[in-house]
């Protein structure tokens, strides 16, 4: 695991009336889907972590997984394996499908 | 197809705010694209924290009916439901989105094609909503997604 640039997936944007208004890009976990906020200007290498027990935005250096070539979360990337998403999706179906079929 | 679903309640820090997820027997994937957070009451400052998380049971709770975007398509198979009296079952650290939001502020995520949420075609599997962090008022979230 490394660090490298990413591909932008999504937009953020919180509008608040005391506040400018902030907006940010957004990129998902190769691995879990999750949602990761860019510090603008960085090329998607700085993650922007919610640190909820003091309310603030932390700045982290990004994660990216080079065996499926995609960004990762911090929690994935602690994993240190591979599974991308579409293998858990795919995972979960076959399990359900299994369950049907045996009725239960 | 494309389907917009409006969850509401007066938020609980212990109950989700609400959930769409497969349907029992005719399930289908589900993916998340555009998602609208905000609170209705009068302005006032009250932090939330909305939490998207993956679960594998509904929970009970109000049933809501997904909102087809396009009158033509067929009829829904996914599940969607609000105001939580028994929370879905969340699987651990499957979070995949965290907003923390003052009350007078609204938020707004939209993703493309490859950056959606998508939940399993998997009976009961879906992303519920919850607010650890709140104040009892009434928060909404619209969300739009796509079946397949």
């Known amino acids: 695991m490394s660090t490298s640039a990413k591909p932008i997936t999504g937009y953020a944007v919180t509008v608040d009336p005391d506040h400018p208004t902030v907006e940010r890009d957004t990129t998902t976990c190769g691995h879990c889907q999750r949602v990761i906020f860019c510090k603008p200007g960085t090329a998607q290498t700085t993650y922007l972590i919610f640190d909820r027990a003091a309310w603030v935005w932390t700045e982290e250096l990004g994660a990216f997984c080079r065996v499926c070539m995609r960004p990762i979360c911090f929690a994935c990337c602690d994993q240190g394996r591979c599974l991308p998403w579409e293998q858990k999706l795919e995972r979960s179906e076959a399990r359900d499908r299994l369950r049907r079929s045996v009725g239960v | ?148």
């Not at chain 2, 998340?32 to 594998?56: H, K, M, S």
Request: glycine residues 6%; contains cysteine.
């Open chain 2, 1 to 148: 197809m494309n389907l917009s679903v409006k969850l509401r309640r007066t938020a609980s820090a212990a109950l989700s705010l609400g959930g769409i997820n497969a349907d029992a027997t005719r399930p289908r994937r589900i993916e998340w694209y555009d998602v609208i957070l905000g609170c209705e009451a009068p302005a006032a400052d009250n932090p939330f924290l909305y939490i998207f998380q993956r679960y594998t049971a509904a929970g009970t709770a109000t049933a809501v009916a997904p909102q087809k975007l396009d009158p033509a398509d067929a009829v829904t198979e996914c599940d969607a439901a609000e105001n939580h009296t028994v929370d879905p079952t969340y699987t651990a650290n499957e979070i995949v989105l965290e907003i923390p939001l003052n009350q007078r502020a609204t938020f707004r995520w939209l993703a493309v094609e490859g950056g959606r949420l998508i939940s399993p075609a998997t009976a009961s599997n879906g992303i519920g909503i919850s607010t650890p962090t709140s104040a009892a008022l009434a928060i909404t979230a619209t969300a739009h997604v796509n079946e397949r």
